[in-house]
């Protein structure tokens, strides 16, 4: 016997319509979750780059800098994706991307690493100077390094006085987090010299000259304010460590600059009785520390300087920024005589 076939079964028109809303619901509920934690959060184009978020940021202050910054669209959006991700607060310098979403700014804020800040030490003449200068690029402002760097007790801890202080200064391009506190700042700048005196044998070359790394540092940062002539640099090092080898003053004019802080004066005669232990006219052997901060070419021209037997240097006068060098005083004089004679000739008179 033929059995009948069976006719699919029909879904009644309220099923159908139950499942299209449904589907209307979950399709509408997910582009709704999408759009409010996964569209787009940081506008497209942004005026800043980098988001600075000061040490014990919490969530609050993050909202705040976000906003103030012109990084964020919908903050209800971004405090919702920082609850569910556990997402409390951070510091540092972060680089903030056009169009990230919530979660994306989320995730970035507490995973991603922060964006370092290049801080550059060159030249500077007094520790105060390096304090702004590092304050222009860190989070710390330059009264709390300045109070550090004057700190005699954490000072002697790194093996340095305040008169020695800038010779811990290596000149270069360092890279920092912003977030950088004071003592860290320092602690790198310890291992920086560190690394710097252990290379290349320099330890070696300056107890060969029977000097210290500060005594080394010293001779050089007066070179450094004597010449910007590289090639020229170990000769001169070479007469000041003929007049300390023969107890002769140094008689350096930087030092006078640096003894009355009159950075722009031409006329130093008038320092010379100025009593400060910088001013080599008046006081014998090296000053108590540098007169400014020295670049490696200075430093690695005492380290190796030429030996001879100049014993006095003056300017050539002609503009090449080089000096002329004697053994005699009667030598030097004539070499003050065509000093003089340049400066005529070139219209500067005396």
């Keep these: ?145 300045v109070t550090l760097l004057n700190d005699t007790t954490y000072l002697d801890s790194l093996g340095f006085t305040p008169a020695t202080l800038l010779s811990l200064f290596i000149p270069n391009t360092y890279e920092f987090y912003w977030n950088t506190s ?47 002539n590289n090639g020229e640099k170990p000769r001169l090092a070479g007469v000041y460590l003929n007049r300390v080898e023969q107890d002769w003053p140094l008689q350096a004019d930087p030092t006078l600059v640096f003894a009355s802080r009159d950075w722009e004066s031409r006329d130093l005669a008038k320092y010379k009785t100025l009593d400060s232990p910088y001013n080599t006219y008046l006081y014998p052997g090296l000053p108590p520390g540098p007169i400014s901060m020295a670049s490696i070419p200075s430093l690695d021209a005492v380290l190796n300087r030429e030996k001879h037997n100049y014993m006095f240097f003056v300017a050539k006068g002609d503009g090449s920024g080089t000096h002329m060098f004697a053994e005699t005083y009667d030598a030097h004089k004539l070499n003050i005589e065509i000093y003089k004679r340049n400066l005529i000739a070139r219209g500067l008179g005396l």
Excluded: H
Excluded at 7 to 14: F, V
Excluded at 187 to 204: G, I, L, P, T
């Design 182 to 228: 004071p003592r860290k700042f320092m602690e790198r700048m310890k291992k920086e010299y560190d690394r710097f005196w252990a290379a290349n044998d320099r330890d070696a070359k300056a107890r060969a000259l029977g000097l210290s790394r500060e005594e080394v540092y010293t001779v050089a940062s007066i070179v450094e304010r004597e010449t910007n």
């Design 1 to 145: 016997m033929e059995q009948e076939p069976i006719e699919p079964t029909q879904k009644s028109p309220i099923v159908k319509i139950l499942g299209i809303i449904i589907l209307a619901v979950v399709v509408i509920g997910g582009y709704l979750a999408w759009s409010f934690f996964f569209k787009p959060n940081v506008p497209a184009t942004l005026a800043k780059k980098y988001l600075l978020l000061p040490t014990g940021a919490k969530l609050d202050q993050v909202v705040d800098s976000l906003k103030a910054g012109g990084f964020l669209t919908d903050e209800k959006s971004f405090r919702t994706m920082a609850d569910r991700m556990s997402f409390t607060g951070r510091s540092g310098r972060f680089e903030i991307k056009p169009s990230m979403s919530s979660y994306a700014l989320v995730k970035f804020l507490r995973n991603g690493r922060q964006s370092p800040v290049k801080v550059i030490l060159v030249n500077e003449r007094l520790t105060e100077d390096i304090a702004a200068k590092v304050a222009k690029s860190i989070e710390p402002d330059s009264q709390q390094l």
